[in-house]
């Protein structure tokens, strides 16, 4: 889906304007040390568990599909302008949902423009990110069950606490809500926490049946104090009643200090005018779990370098690893499949009774909105067509780059798509008539011995501290503590 960005002169030479190029992920750093390294990476995992199943369907389908994804050899559409005659190919893309750079993006700005144009009315949206003691972490990463209650339990617990701040509504009024789960860190470590996008705000009809929203009183940290606590207390009696952690761990856990792991910041608030703001913060929430452009790798005998966008604890600024030890990372930060990334609450869940009156509000003010009714369905007539999330990619690489794939450069007249190509004869055939490569790049095989390529590189793999034997005996209790020195 993503684009190459190049300057071309119109045919009169009057002005400079922007234009699609096909994007090459063949050679990006990610596609290399995919291509090289995934057929040792899958052999290794089955050789450390040759009884069990070391890696999932889902994940080694995910590997392979990026190496097709953007590959002209793989198939593609033809875009091509009925005045000048002028066209370009468009490569086929993998549909990922953790690994591929481009579909990862696309799904991002793609959620973030379904939720601004079609779900948020004008109404001042806040952030409330959630996140969890680690030793509770690992059964929220493997366990969407527990996930699930412990989301529905936090989510209940922010909107309560909106309610009480809204004096005026009624006790019926609900928050709208859309929760984002992230499963990974900024060091390409799996840490699972909750993104929720809540309006600030709660909505309700009055007695002539007109939507009213309920705006809440400044919130102070106060406040926030007291709705973390009542988060962490109610997610340890959820995960007692689950099963994940017995009564004693789970009252060690609300005894520590600094909330017992738990942490709540709720200091971004966006404004109800500002819909490019709510944009950016819902692209913020539903973004990749890394970014390919900070990951660099010289080739097969160099360590791979990924720069963090802030410095750990210890004051380091990149990770190196090895290109198995990067793959060992990025799997486990693969999403599950059929599982949802982001989740409605209150008025904007499926079956809210207010859902189609809020939804038709999206964009405009509740306030000066007129009464919504929802007329009933009419046996007699067809059922309407249900109105697609997805957008169509000419129009969200004009949302995100300013510009439009499907204008010819020549003469600036509309190009249409006039075929897709699957099959591999015609395939070939119209690549060899361009110049193109006929055939993907070639997977690399798998390595007579798995490499070491720790050798030469000792000190620089090692991420542990070096050993001080004048350092201060080792405490159980630092493993879960959540402070950042």
């Known amino acids: 889906m993503s684009a190459l960005l190049s300057p071309s002169r119109p045919a009169n030479g009057s002005r400079t304007t922007r234009v699609y190029r096909r994007r090459r992920p063949e050679r990006s750093a990610l596609y290399r040390l995919v ?5 040792t990476w899958l052999a290794a995992r089955r050789e450390a568990d040759p009884d069990g199943v070391p890696i999932p369907r889902h994940i080694e389908r995910e590997l392979r599909g990026y190496l097709d994804c953007g590959i002209l050899a793989c198939g593609f559409a033809r875009a091509y302008c009925d005045t000048c005659g002028h066209g370009f190919l468009v490569a086929f893309s993998c549909k990922g949902r953790g690994l591929c750079p481009s579909c990862t993006t696309r799904r991002m700005a793609e959620a973030a423009a379904h939720l601004v144009e079609h779900v948020f009315p004008q109404v001042p949206v806040r952030q409330w990110v959630v996140t969890f003691p680690r030793r509770l972490r690992f059964f929220l990463h493997r366990d969407p069950v527990l996930l699930g209650r412990v989301r529905r339990s936090v989510l209940r617990t922010i909107g309560s606490s909106l309610r009480r701040r809204c004096p005026d509504a009624p006790r019926a009024a609900r928050i709208g809500a859309v929760s984002f789960v992230q499963r990974f860190g900024s060091a390409l470590n799996a840490h699972t926490h909750l993104h929720c996008c809540v309006t600030d705000g709660v909505f309700s009809l009055d007695s002539a049946g007109t939507l009213l929203f309920h705006p809440a009183a400044d919130l102070d940290a106060a406040m926030v104090s007291a709705v973390q606590r009542r988060i962490g207390t109610r997610v340890l009696r959820i995960a007692v009643r689950h099963g994940a952690l017995t009564p004693q761990v ?4 609300a005894r520590w200090g600094h909330g017992g792991g738990f942490s709540l910041h709720a200091a971004v608030l966006i404004e109800a005018a500002d819909r490019p703001g709510l944009e950016r913060l819902l692209r913020y929430c539903a973004r990749p779990a890394f970014a390919s452009e900070r990951l ?3 080739g ?4 791979v370098r990924y720069s963090l966008t802030k410095p750990l604890p210890t004051g380091q600024t990149e990770l190196t690893l090895t290109p198995l030890e990067l793959l060992d990372r990025l799997a486990a930060l693969i999403p599950p499949p059929r599982r949802h990334r982001h989740h409605y609450a209150g008025v904007f869940a499926p079956h809210a009774t207010l ?3 809020v939804t038709a509000c999206a964009g405009q003010p509740v306030a000066k909105t007129a009464p919504v009714t929802v007329p009933a369905a009419d046996p ?3 059922a309407p067509t249900r109105r697609r999330a997805s957008i169509h990619w000419a129009r969200l690489l004009a949302r995100i780059y300013e510009l439009r794939p499907l204008t010819c450069p020549r003469c600036h007249g509309e190009m249409r798509l006039i075929a897709f190509l699957t099959e591999p004869a015609s395939i070939r ?3 060899a008539h361009l110049g193109e490569p006929t055939t993907p790049p070639a997977l690399a095989p798998r390595a007579r011995d798995p490499p070491d390529l720790d050798a030469g590189f000792t000190f620089a793999f090692d991420q542990s501290p070096a050993w001080d034997p004048a350092a201060a005996p080792y405490d159980p209790r630092d493993n879960f503590d959540q402070t950042l020195a």
């Open 429 to 431: 055939a119209l690549l």
């Open 250 to 253: 789970a009252a060690a856990l």
């Open 35 to 39: 291509q090289q390294h995934l057929e």
């Open 380 to 382: 007699a007539l067809p």
């Open 355 to 357: 859902r189609a009156r």
């Open 296 to 298: 660099s790798w010289d």
């Open 300 to 303: 097969s005998d160099q360590p």
